[in-house]
C-alpha cells in the first residue's frame, strides 16, 4: 500500500464536569465523549526519501512540528525506525480552537494511517498509549464513539451507543483560549455540576431527550460571562427546538442535540442566515464501528 485517504472525525462533549484542580495544575474531568461526522481529510502517501511533508489547504496552520499531525507521523517514524518518508495533505472542515479536538483528530488519523501503510502491526490499544503523549484527546480520537473521559481526559470507558440524532454546530467569530478558560475556572466553588452518570444511565436506556436534558458544560461558567454571544447561540438552538444545547470543551463551539430532522434543518437555515455564529454546520452523531470506510 503506498497511500491511505483517512477521516479525521471532529467530537462534542455531551457532558463535562471537573472534579478538581491537581496539585500539578491540571484539571480531573469526567466527560462524556462523542465523535460527530464532520472530519478533516487527511490523505498519506508513502515516499522513498525521509522526511515529513505536510500539506494543508489553510495558509495559517504550522505544517511542522507545530501541527499534531506531523509529530504524530514523527512519533512513529522515530520509534520504528522508518526509513521512508511520508507526505501528508491535510483538509482542514473541523472549526480550530474550537473545543471539537480537531488536531488531536488529525494526529489519531495519521497514527492510524501510519500503522496500515507501514504495517507496523500496533493494535488500536497501543496507539492509544503512545497517543497520550501527543495530547489527553488523542487516544479518545483514535477510540471514537461515545466514551466518558476521565483523569485528565486520557483513561477511557467505552458506553453504550448515543442514540442516534441531529447536530447542529455553530462557532461563533471568537477565539477562545483553552488555558484562559482552565485558569479561570474556580474549580473549588462551583456550585452545580453535571449529572454525568445520570446521562450515562439515560444513554443506556437510550433515552434521548433525558441524556439531551442533562447535558451541562462546567467550562461554561467562564466562557458565557466572558463571551456572551455563546449563552445567546444556546438559547437560539433551544428556541429552534433543540432537545439540548452546550457548549463542546472549552468552546467557544456550541452544538444543539435534534430528534427531528426537520426542526433540524430549519435551525441550520436560521442559524446560517444569522449573525451571531461565524462558521455553522449540520451532521449527526457517530456511533463506534460506523461506516465501514470511516478511515
Ligand atoms: P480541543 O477540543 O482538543 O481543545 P481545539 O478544537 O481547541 O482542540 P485545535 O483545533 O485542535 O483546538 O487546535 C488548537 C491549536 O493547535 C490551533 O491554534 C493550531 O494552531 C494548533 N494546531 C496544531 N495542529 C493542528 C491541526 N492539525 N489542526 C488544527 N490546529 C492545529
Redesign the pocket.
Known amino acids: 500500500m503506498k497511500e491511505i485517504r483517512m477521516k479525521a472525525l471532529a ?1 462534542i462533549n455531551l457532558g463535562l464536569d471537573v472534579v478538581k484542580k491537581r496539585e500539578d495544575g491540571y484539571h480531573e474531568v469526567r466527560m462524556i465523549m462523542q465523535t460527530v461526522k464532520l472530519y478533516d481529510q487527511i490523505d498519506i502517501h508513502k515516499m522513498d526519501k525521509p522526511g515529513i511533508r505536510l500539506k494543508t489547504n489553510l495558509q495559517y ?2 505544517v511542522d512540528e ?4 506531523y509529530r504524530a507521523a514523527r512519533l512513529l517514524i522515530e520509534e520504528f525506525g522508518i526509513p521512508k518518508g511520508v507526505s501528508i495533505r ?1 483538509r ?1 472542515v ?11 483528530s ?2 489519531a488519523a495519521v497514527l492510524v494511517g501510519l500503522n496500515r501503510i507501514f504495517q507496523l502491526g500496533l493494535t488500536k490499544q497501543e496507539l492509544m498509549e503512545r497517543s497520550v503523549k501527543l ?1 489527553a ?1 488523542v487516544p479518545y480520537c483514535i477510540l471514537r464513539g461515545t466514551a466518558l473521559a476521565e483523569g485528565i481526559g486520557e483513561k477511557l470507558t467505552r458506553l453504550p451507543a448515543m442514540p442516534k440524532c441531529h447536530v447542529l454546530i455553530a462557532k461563533p467569530g471568537i477565539h477562545v483560549s ?1 488555558k484562559m478558560v482552565y485558569t479561570n475556572l474556580r474549580a473549588d466553588e462551583l456550585v452545580s455540576h453535571p449529572d454525568i452518570d445520570g446521562q450515562i444511565a439515560a444513554i443506556r436506556e437510550r433515552d434521548l431527550r433525558r441524556a439531551a436534558e442533562l447535558m451541562g458544560n462546567v467550562l461554561e461558567t467562564v466562557t458565557i460571562p466572558a463571551y456572551p454571544v455563546i449563552g445567546k447561540i444556546k438559547e437560539k438552538m433551544m428556541a429552534y427546538g433543540a432537545l439540548g444545547a452546550m457548549m463542546s ?2 468552546g467557544p463551539t456550541v452544538f444543539g442535540l435534534f430528534e427531528d430532522e426537520e426542526k433540524a434543518r430549519y435551525a441550520y437555515e436560521k442559524m446560517r442566515r444569522g449573525s451571531l455564529a461565524k462558521q455553522v454546520y449540520l451532521t449527526r452523531i457517530m456511533n463506534h464501528g460506523g461506516d465501514a470506510n470511516d478511515r
Do not use: E
Request: glycine share 18%.
Open positions: 467530537k496552520l504550522p507545530n501541527n499534531l499531525a491535510l482542514k473541523i472549526p480550530i480552537a474550537a473545543g471539537m479536538a480537531g488536531g488531536s488529525d494526529a495530547g484527546d483553552t470543551g472549552s
